[in-house]
Protein backbone atom coordinates (compact mmCIF):
# COMPACT_ATOMS: atom_id res chain seq x y z
CA UNK A 1 0.00 0.00 0.00
CA UNK A 2 1.38 3.57 -0.94
CA UNK A 3 -0.19 6.71 0.16
CA UNK A 4 0.22 10.12 -1.84
CA UNK A 5 1.43 12.01 0.83
CA UNK A 6 4.01 11.07 3.48
CA UNK A 7 3.95 12.35 6.85
CA UNK A 8 6.85 12.68 9.80
CA UNK A 9 5.87 12.93 13.21
CA UNK A 10 8.19 14.15 15.79
CA UNK A 11 6.05 12.83 19.39
CA UNK A 12 7.58 14.22 22.46
CA UNK A 13 8.63 12.62 25.51
CA UNK A 14 6.45 14.51 27.70
CA UNK A 15 3.86 13.16 26.04
CA UNK A 16 4.52 9.87 27.25
CA UNK A 17 5.92 10.88 30.41
CA UNK A 18 4.26 14.28 31.30
CA UNK A 19 5.20 16.93 34.31
CA UNK A 20 3.90 16.02 37.40
CA UNK A 21 3.90 12.29 36.98
CA UNK A 22 6.00 9.93 38.50
CA UNK A 23 6.78 8.22 35.04
CA UNK A 24 6.17 4.77 35.97
CA UNK A 25 6.16 2.15 33.33
CA UNK A 26 2.51 1.61 33.92
CA UNK A 27 1.90 5.02 33.45
CA UNK A 28 4.34 5.43 30.34
CA UNK A 29 2.20 2.71 28.27
CA UNK A 30 -0.84 4.34 29.51
CA UNK A 31 0.14 7.71 27.79
CA UNK A 32 1.99 5.70 25.06
CA UNK A 33 -2.15 4.39 24.30
CA UNK A 34 -3.62 7.34 25.11
CA UNK A 35 -0.92 9.45 22.16
CA UNK A 36 -1.69 6.62 19.88
CA UNK A 37 -5.29 7.77 19.74
CA UNK A 38 -4.25 10.70 17.83
CA UNK A 39 -1.79 9.19 15.72
CA UNK A 40 -4.46 6.86 14.01
CA UNK A 41 -6.43 9.40 12.48
CA UNK A 42 -3.11 9.52 9.97
CA UNK A 43 -3.46 5.92 9.64
CA UNK A 44 -7.24 6.34 8.69
CA UNK A 45 -6.31 9.37 6.37
CA UNK A 46 -4.20 6.20 4.92
CA UNK A 47 -0.59 8.54 5.51
CA UNK A 48 3.03 6.72 4.87
CA UNK A 49 3.70 7.08 8.16
CA UNK A 50 7.52 8.05 9.96
CA UNK A 51 7.72 8.63 13.86
CA UNK A 52 10.30 9.52 15.75
CA UNK A 53 9.73 10.15 19.96
CA UNK A 54 11.27 12.46 22.30
CA UNK A 55 13.30 10.75 25.59
CA UNK A 56 14.21 13.79 28.11
CA UNK A 57 11.81 12.21 30.81
CA UNK A 58 13.46 8.72 30.08
CA UNK A 59 16.79 9.28 29.65
CA UNK A 60 16.78 11.46 32.53
CA UNK A 61 15.49 8.84 34.55
CA UNK A 62 18.16 6.73 33.01
CA UNK A 63 20.94 8.80 34.50
CA UNK A 64 19.77 9.48 37.32
CA UNK A 65 19.54 5.92 37.99
CA UNK A 66 23.19 5.21 37.76
CA UNK A 67 24.03 8.57 39.44
CA UNK A 68 22.33 6.58 42.38
CA UNK A 69 23.80 3.12 41.86
CA UNK A 70 27.21 3.69 40.70
CA UNK A 71 28.88 2.35 43.31
CA UNK A 72 27.45 -0.81 42.50
CA UNK A 73 27.15 -1.21 38.96
CA UNK A 74 29.52 0.46 36.20
CA UNK A 75 27.55 3.32 34.59
CA UNK A 76 26.86 3.58 31.28
CA UNK A 77 27.55 6.55 28.61
CA UNK A 78 24.75 9.06 27.50
CA UNK A 79 25.20 7.78 24.02
CA UNK A 80 24.37 4.03 25.78
CA UNK A 81 21.45 5.39 27.38
CA UNK A 82 19.52 7.18 24.38
CA UNK A 83 19.70 3.62 22.54
CA UNK A 84 18.25 2.11 25.32
CA UNK A 85 15.67 4.32 25.37
CA UNK A 86 15.21 4.31 21.70
CA UNK A 87 14.66 0.60 22.45
CA UNK A 88 12.25 0.72 25.18
CA UNK A 89 10.24 3.82 24.15
CA UNK A 90 9.71 2.06 20.60
CA UNK A 91 9.03 -1.20 21.98
CA UNK A 92 6.25 0.59 23.87
CA UNK A 93 5.11 2.41 20.80
CA UNK A 94 5.46 -0.55 18.78
CA UNK A 95 3.33 -3.23 20.58
CA UNK A 96 0.73 -0.23 21.52
CA UNK A 97 0.13 0.87 17.63
CA UNK A 98 0.25 -3.08 16.41
CA UNK A 99 -2.64 -3.64 19.07
CA UNK A 100 -4.49 -0.34 17.86
CA UNK A 101 -4.30 -1.14 14.22
CA UNK A 102 -5.41 -4.75 14.54
CA UNK A 103 -8.81 -3.55 16.64
CA UNK A 104 -9.49 -1.60 13.28
CA UNK A 105 -7.88 -4.50 11.22
CA UNK A 106 -5.83 -2.32 9.52
CA UNK A 107 -2.80 -4.90 7.94
CA UNK A 108 0.39 -2.37 8.53
CA UNK A 109 3.49 -3.40 10.07
CA UNK A 110 5.29 -1.68 12.57
CA UNK A 111 9.17 -1.72 12.95
CA UNK A 112 11.33 0.50 15.30
CA UNK A 113 14.81 1.14 13.90
CA UNK A 114 18.00 1.52 16.26
CA UNK A 115 19.30 5.17 14.90
CA UNK A 116 22.46 6.28 14.60
CA UNK A 117 23.07 10.38 14.00
CA UNK A 118 26.46 11.76 12.91
CA UNK A 119 27.21 14.67 14.66
CA UNK A 120 30.38 17.56 14.39
CA UNK A 121 32.91 16.51 17.28
CA UNK A 122 33.83 20.09 17.28
CA UNK A 123 30.55 21.17 17.69
CA UNK A 124 30.85 24.48 20.42
CA UNK A 125 27.45 22.78 22.03
CA UNK A 126 29.18 20.05 23.46
CA UNK A 127 30.78 21.72 25.76
CA UNK A 128 27.83 24.04 26.43
CA UNK A 129 25.42 22.20 27.60
CA UNK A 130 21.60 23.40 26.68
CA UNK A 131 19.56 20.31 26.10
CA UNK A 132 16.76 19.32 28.79
CA UNK A 133 16.60 15.79 30.22
CA UNK A 134 14.63 14.54 33.41
CA UNK A 135 11.65 15.55 34.99
CA UNK A 136 11.25 19.33 36.36
CA UNK A 137 12.09 20.38 39.48
CA UNK A 138 11.40 23.41 41.70
CA UNK A 139 14.50 25.86 42.09
CA UNK A 140 15.59 24.24 45.61
CA UNK A 141 14.93 20.41 44.66
CA UNK A 142 17.12 20.99 41.26
CA UNK A 143 20.22 22.60 43.42
CA UNK A 144 20.06 20.31 45.98
CA UNK A 145 20.31 17.17 42.94
CA UNK A 146 23.43 19.75 40.89
CA UNK A 147 25.44 19.73 44.52
CA UNK A 148 24.95 16.33 44.64
CA UNK A 149 25.41 14.59 41.75
CA UNK A 150 27.08 17.18 39.62
CA UNK A 151 24.23 18.09 37.42
CA UNK A 152 24.43 21.64 35.48
CA UNK A 153 21.05 22.85 35.38
CA UNK A 154 18.92 25.46 34.26
CA UNK A 155 15.00 27.05 34.36
CA UNK A 156 13.45 25.75 31.51
CA UNK A 157 9.44 27.81 32.05
CA UNK A 158 9.35 30.38 35.13
CA UNK A 159 10.23 28.12 38.15
CA UNK A 160 10.77 24.81 35.95
CA UNK A 161 14.36 23.68 36.72
CA UNK A 162 15.95 20.48 34.93
CA UNK A 163 19.14 19.29 33.88
CA UNK A 164 20.87 19.85 30.93
CA UNK A 165 23.49 17.71 28.61
CA UNK A 166 25.48 18.77 25.52
CA UNK A 167 23.04 18.68 22.36
CA UNK A 168 25.12 18.75 19.03
CA UNK A 169 23.31 19.59 16.22
CA UNK A 170 22.56 16.40 13.66
CA UNK A 171 24.56 16.49 10.77
CA UNK A 172 23.52 13.24 8.98
CA UNK A 173 20.31 11.01 9.57
CA UNK A 174 21.91 7.53 9.01
CA UNK A 175 20.06 4.48 7.62
CA UNK A 176 17.77 6.82 5.85
CA UNK A 177 17.46 5.17 2.69
CA UNK A 178 16.06 1.95 4.52
CA UNK A 179 13.68 3.92 6.84
CA UNK A 180 12.88 5.81 3.24
CA UNK A 181 12.20 2.25 1.53
CA UNK A 182 9.92 0.67 4.00
CA UNK A 183 8.09 4.02 4.67
CA UNK A 184 7.31 4.27 0.87
CA UNK A 185 5.91 0.94 1.04
CA UNK A 186 3.77 1.61 3.90
CA UNK A 187 5.47 0.28 6.48
CA UNK A 188 5.45 2.30 9.66
CA UNK A 189 8.61 3.39 10.50
CA UNK A 190 9.60 4.50 14.41
CA UNK A 191 13.17 5.96 14.02
CA UNK A 192 15.65 8.17 15.57
CA UNK A 193 13.83 7.74 19.01
CA UNK A 194 15.59 11.02 21.20
CA UNK A 195 16.98 12.28 18.16
CA UNK A 196 19.30 9.35 17.16
CA UNK A 197 22.00 8.30 18.83
CA UNK A 198 25.02 10.98 18.45
CA UNK A 199 28.29 9.46 16.92
CA UNK A 200 30.93 10.84 14.60
CA UNK A 201 33.88 9.64 12.62
CA UNK A 202 37.06 9.49 14.02
CA UNK A 203 40.44 9.90 12.63
CA UNK A 204 40.64 6.52 10.81
CA UNK A 205 36.74 7.19 9.88
CA UNK A 206 35.14 4.57 12.62
CA UNK A 207 32.14 5.65 13.95
CA UNK A 208 32.54 6.57 18.18
CA UNK A 209 29.81 7.47 20.22
CA UNK A 210 29.06 10.67 21.94
CA UNK A 211 28.08 11.65 25.45
CA UNK A 212 25.39 13.70 24.39
CA UNK A 213 21.28 14.22 23.12
CA UNK A 214 20.23 15.29 19.77
CA UNK A 215 17.40 17.91 19.52
CA UNK A 216 14.37 15.58 18.23
CA UNK A 217 12.61 17.58 16.25
CA UNK A 218 15.59 18.83 14.36
CA UNK A 219 16.10 15.16 13.64
CA UNK A 220 12.82 14.58 13.00
CA UNK A 221 13.31 17.82 10.03
CA UNK A 222 15.90 16.15 8.45
CA UNK A 223 14.67 12.67 8.79
CA UNK A 224 11.19 13.93 6.91
CA UNK A 225 13.51 15.81 4.46
CA UNK A 226 15.22 12.29 3.54
CA UNK A 227 11.63 10.45 3.24
CA UNK A 228 10.39 13.37 1.32
CA UNK A 229 7.55 13.85 3.28
CA UNK A 230 5.32 16.65 2.38
CA UNK A 231 3.97 17.48 6.25
CA UNK A 232 5.81 17.26 9.78
CA UNK A 233 3.84 17.09 12.76
CA UNK A 234 5.36 18.43 16.21
CA UNK A 235 3.16 17.12 19.16
CA UNK A 236 3.95 18.59 22.09
CA UNK A 237 2.01 19.21 25.73
CA UNK A 238 0.64 22.56 24.53
CA UNK A 239 -1.78 22.55 22.39
CA UNK A 240 -0.16 25.23 20.25
CA UNK A 241 2.44 27.83 20.07
CA UNK A 242 2.01 30.85 21.80
CA UNK A 243 3.57 34.44 22.06
CA UNK A 244 4.57 35.57 25.60
CA UNK A 245 3.84 32.17 26.96
CA UNK A 246 2.71 32.07 30.69
CA UNK A 247 2.24 35.58 30.71
CA UNK A 248 -0.55 37.42 31.70
CA UNK A 249 -1.57 38.29 27.95
CA UNK A 250 -0.47 35.63 26.41
CA UNK A 251 -1.90 34.68 22.87
CA UNK A 252 -1.92 31.81 20.84
CA UNK A 253 -0.96 31.26 16.79
CA UNK A 254 -3.12 29.71 15.09
CA UNK A 255 -1.02 30.67 11.73
CA UNK A 256 2.14 31.19 10.92
CA UNK A 257 4.14 31.87 7.98
CA UNK A 258 7.87 30.99 8.25
CA UNK A 259 8.67 35.04 7.97
CA UNK A 260 6.29 35.61 10.52
CA UNK A 261 8.21 32.23 12.45
CA UNK A 262 11.84 33.80 12.18
CA UNK A 263 10.73 37.36 13.17
CA UNK A 264 8.99 35.88 16.71
CA UNK A 265 12.19 34.01 16.85
CA UNK A 266 14.20 36.64 16.79
CA UNK A 267 12.23 38.66 19.35
CA UNK A 268 13.22 35.93 21.94
CA UNK A 269 9.23 34.82 21.99
CA UNK A 270 10.26 31.53 22.27
CA UNK A 271 12.09 29.26 25.20
CA UNK A 272 15.57 28.32 24.09
CA UNK A 273 14.78 24.82 25.20
CA UNK A 274 11.37 24.37 24.87
CA UNK A 275 9.74 26.38 21.34
CA UNK A 276 12.45 28.04 20.11
CA UNK A 277 14.10 24.38 18.83
CA UNK A 278 10.64 23.12 17.45
CA UNK A 279 10.34 26.37 15.63
CA UNK A 280 13.85 26.22 14.11
CA UNK A 281 13.13 22.52 12.96
CA UNK A 282 9.71 23.85 11.45
CA UNK A 283 11.62 26.26 9.59
CA UNK A 284 14.46 23.74 8.48
CA UNK A 285 11.72 21.35 7.17
CA UNK A 286 9.76 23.99 5.13
CA UNK A 287 13.63 25.18 3.51
CA UNK A 288 13.57 21.57 1.90
CA UNK A 289 10.72 20.13 0.52
CA UNK A 290 8.42 20.26 3.46
CA UNK A 291 5.18 22.22 2.24
CA UNK A 292 3.46 22.29 5.95
CA UNK A 293 4.26 22.03 9.82
CA UNK A 294 1.75 21.79 12.56
CA UNK A 295 2.72 22.01 16.17
CA UNK A 296 -0.11 20.41 18.40
CA UNK A 297 -0.98 18.48 21.08
CA UNK A 298 -2.45 14.85 21.21
CA UNK A 299 -5.92 15.34 22.14
CA UNK A 300 -6.18 17.87 19.24
CA UNK A 301 -4.65 16.44 16.56
CA UNK A 302 -8.20 15.21 15.08
CA UNK A 303 -8.97 19.01 15.09
CA UNK A 304 -6.01 20.05 14.00
CA UNK A 305 -6.01 17.83 10.88
CA UNK A 306 -9.05 20.04 10.05
CA UNK A 307 -7.63 22.95 10.47
CA UNK A 308 -9.39 24.00 13.79
CA UNK A 309 -6.69 23.68 16.16
CA UNK A 310 -2.58 23.70 17.09
CA UNK A 311 -0.62 26.22 15.01
CA UNK A 312 0.27 25.60 11.71
CA UNK A 313 3.55 27.04 9.82
CA UNK A 314 3.71 27.05 5.80
CA UNK A 315 5.94 28.97 3.64
CA UNK A 316 5.37 32.52 3.37
CA UNK A 317 4.57 32.65 -0.46
CA UNK A 318 1.97 29.61 1.01
CA UNK A 319 0.05 30.94 3.67
CA UNK A 320 -3.52 29.96 3.82
CA UNK A 321 -5.85 32.17 4.09
Same mark, same amino acid.
Given at each position: ?????T?MV?L???A?A???E?G????Q??R??ESL?????????D???C??H?NG?Q??D??L??D?T?????P???????AG?Q?TI???I?Q???NKLR?V?V????VA??TQVR???T??A?T??T?F??H??S?????NFA?Q??????????GE????????A?HY????K???T??D??T??L?????G??V???????????DA??????T? #?? $????I?A? @???I !? %??I??V??R???A??????N?????????L???E????????K?? #?? $?Y??A?YG @??V? !? %???????????GR?G??I??????Q?
Amino acid at each position: MSSQRTIMVALGGNALAPKGEAGTITQQFARTRESLDGIMHFVNLDYNICITHGNGPQVGDELLRMDLTHEQVPPLPLGVCVAGTQGTIGYMIQQSLQNKLREVKVDREIVALVTQVRVDETDSAITNPTKFIGHTYSKEQAENFAKQLDWTIAEQNPGEWRRVVPSPAPHYVMHGKSIKTLVDRGTMVLAAGGGGIPVYNDNNYRLEGLDAVIDKDLTA #AM $LGRVIRAQ @ELWI !I %TDIDCVYLRFKKADQKSISNMTTAEAEKFLEQGEFGKGSMAPKIK #AA $LYFLAHYG @EKVV !I %TSIPTIEQAIKGRAGTIIMKTEDRQS
